[in-house]
């Protein structure tokens, strides 16, 4: 509600849902008709906790804080290889965990090489 919550960072906020978590599950399928591996990568953008699941692996973003205040932090994941001259299915989850706050940007792009992104497959 907007005249309680002020201050630099009011935009930054979101209500929590409602105590319960939000899970995303995604299936891509990929094809590469490059000559070169390829890998499929997921960049996140959120003030909240957080968690990625591919393969059964699990990562948690955490969110950065400017003293108690959540700020946006953004993570980007490495999800697969996407091998030449083949179609790959690569399928993550992505969960908002119980009453935290909502508010997430995304975006799944492809690189040649891995740079940045932390690999979870």
Known sequence: YEPNIQGAY???????????????????????TGNKPRYLCYEMEAIAHMVIECNGKYRIS??????????????????GVIEPN???????????PTAD????GNRLYIR??????????
């Open 62 to 79: 955490y969110p950065e804080k400017d003293g108690n205040i959540p700020m946006k932090n953004k993570r980007r994941y490495a999800l």
């Open 112 to 121: 040649d090489g891995l740079g940045e992104e932390v690999a979870i497959y």
């Open 101 to 104: 706050q909502a508010g997430v």
């Open 10 to 32: 009011s935009n930054l906020l979101a209500v929590s849902l409602g105590n319960y978590g939000v899970v995303e599950k995604y299936r891509i399928n990929v094809k590469n």
């Open 86 to 96: 083949t179609t790959t299915t690569i399928e993550f989850s992505v969960v908002l």
